[in-house]
Each structure stands twice: as structure tokens, then as C-alpha cells.
């Protein structure tokens, strides 16, 4: 039954995404030509609105839907890291003009070229978790 109600917010999510134009390439295109605000809105929103979210079940001690404790672990910041994968992941968010998130909502709008950017994303998480422990962390 939890499968049922993730995947009835997830395609809701999906639609949400479709309808905003947030998984649209033009608008992501238009973001990384600094020619429109709407993608730095939605995504400062996004932000702004999980700091407020994250804040609001720390101090409510609010529950997973297991009824299990939500621990939030302190990271180590480390620049050179986060400035490497921000990097890859820009770029390849550039050039394929889809972020991970809505690669699913693509397909479901019907956007079949997106196949390709799926397989290599699921090739890509396989190779991480295969060379995971050879890699500094």
C-alpha cells in the first residue's frame, strides 16, 4: 500500500513538474543563458522552502511514514568535492537538458529521447556503486 501512495505523489510530482515547465529545455536552457528568472525562482523556492521544511521536523521531532525518528547527520564541507560534482552535474544537465529529477516526468509526457539520458544515469549510478569503496570520500 505505501508503494501505491509514493507512486500516486510521484506521478502527481511528475505533472507538477510537466505543467510549471520546470522539466522543459527551454527553460532550463534559458537558466543557463542567464536570459530568465523562472528556473532560479522555482529553484530558490525549492530551497528556501526545504531549509523551512527540515527546520519545522527537527523542532517538531515529526516522524518518517514508518514511524521511525528522522535523523539529519552533520557533513563535512569539503569545497574541492562539491565544486567536482556540481561541475558534472551542471554539465551534464547542460547538455542533456534535463536534471535527474524529471527524467521520469519526461517520459511520461512522451519525450522519448529522453531514454537515452535514463540509461546513462542508470549506467552511471551502477559504475558509482560498483567503484564506491575505491573512491575518496
Given amino acids: 500500500m505505501k ?3 509514493f507512486l500516486f505523489w510521484g506521478v502527481i510530482f511528475g505533472i507538477v513538474l510537466i505543467k510549471s515547465e520546470v522539466a522543459s529545455w527551454f527553460r532550463i536552457y534559458e537558466m543557463f543563458q542567464f536570459d ?4 532560479y525562482g522555482v529553484i530558490g523556492s525549492a530551497v528556501i522552502f526545504g531549509i523551512l ?10 516522524k518518517s511514514i514508518d514511524n521511525k525518528d528522522l535523523v539529519f547527520e552533520d557533513k563535512d564541507f569539503l569545497p574541492k568535492k562539491y565544486l567536482l560534482g556540481g561541475t558534472i552535474f551542471g554539465l551534464g544537465w547542460a547538455l542533456t537538458g534535463a536534471c535527474p529529477g524529471p527524467m521520469f516526468a519526461l517520459l511520461g509526457a512522451g519525450y ?3 531514454i537515452i539520458p535514463i540509461i546513462f ?3 552511471g ?3 558509482y556503486g560498483l567503484l564506491k569503496d575505491k573512491l575518496p570520500h
Avoid at 521544511?53 to 515529526?62: E, F, N, V
Fill in 3 to 5: 508503494k501505491l501512495y
Fill in 36 to 39: 530568465s528568472f523562472h528556473m
Fill in 112 to 114: 522519448y529521447a529522453i
Fill in 53 to 62: 521544511l527540515t527546520q519545522i521536523i527537527k523542532r517538531m521531532q515529526i
Fill in 125 to 127: 549510478t551502477l559504475a
Fill in 121 to 123: 544515469a542508470i549506467l
